[in-house]
Antibody, heavy 120, light 107 residues
Framework: QVQLQESGPGLVKPSQTLSLTCTVS??????????WSWIRQHPGKGLEWIGY???????YYNPSLKSRVTISVDTSKNQFSLKLSSVTAADTAVYYC????????????WGQGTLVTVSS | EIVMTQSPATLSVSPGERATLSCRAS??????LAWYQQKPGQAPRLLIY???TRATGIPARFSGSGSGTEFTLTISSLQSEDFAVYYC?????????FGQGTKVEIK
């Protein structure tokens, strides 16, 4: 059973960089066939896809966030990470990591989510 | 970007009744549509993919239909654990996008 777990600071100051890591267990990121993704949910709102990374390091980001987002992968640790720069209060959200099939991009496994608040 | 519109925003249903949720895409997404269930404080859970295929472990009372721009999620007989928010997601075009959700509440 694949499990994903987000970790990182719950509070980030405005203009700084939000950094989160997702640790995958029960399966190897290097096995291929999946896009490892980040999704966020503003308080009381819907879901917004941020981007994905493949084990090879190839990425694709939501155009609305592309200028501020970097997703990286560390296959030796079976982890992938999100960096979101120049954050504002509008970036306050629950951040989820999730797995999607490469052939059909729906999300079959999700982390529990972590709330990140942007505030001074 | 494809806009996904779900209706109604809130659906009040009695336990044991049928619930019908709608999702409309601003352009055709073929059958590349998924449905998720989210309960308070939890991550979304995949229910349906390919518009009509139930994910592993999902009860048969959940069914999906539609193609192109119009999709439906039907819960045939609502159980207490089914009261939640439901989201649709299109994955036919990048970026993938979600609907704003339908909350199914107890009547």
């Amino acid at each position: 059973q694949v499990q994903l777990q987000e970790s990182g600071p719950g509070l980030v100051k405005p203009s700084q960089t939000l950094s989160l890591t997702c640790t995958v267990s029960g399966g190897s990121i290097s096995s291929g066939g999946y896009y490892w993704s980040w999704i966020r949910q503003h308080p009381g709102k819907g879901l917004e896809w941020i981007g994905y990374i493949y084990y090879s390091g190839s990425t694709y980001y939501n155009p609305s966030l592309k200028s501020r987002v970097t997703i990286s992968v560390d296959t030796s640790k079976n982890q992938f990470s999100l960096k979101l720069s120049s954050v504002t209060a509008a970036d306050t959200a629950v951040y989820y990591c999730a797995r999607a099939l490469r052939s059909q991009y729906y999300f079959d496994y999700w982390g529990q989510g972590t709330l990140v608040t942007v505030s001074s | 970007e494809i806009v996904m519109t779900q209706s109604p925003a809130t659906l009040s249903v009695s336990p044991g009744e049928r619930a019908t949720l709608s999702c409309r895409a601003s352009q055709s997404v073929s059958s590349n549509l998924a449905w998720y269930q989210q309960k308070p404080g939890q991550a979304p859970r995949l229910l349906i993919y390919g518009a009509s295929t139930r994910a592993t472990g999902i009860p048969a009372r959940f069914s999906g239909s539609g193609s192109g721009t119009e999709f439906t999620l039907t819960i045939s007989s609502l159980q207490s654990e089914d009261f939640a928010v439901y989201y649709c997601q299109q994955y036919n075009n990048w970026p993938t996008t979600f609907g704003q959700g339908t909350k199914v509440e107890i009547k």
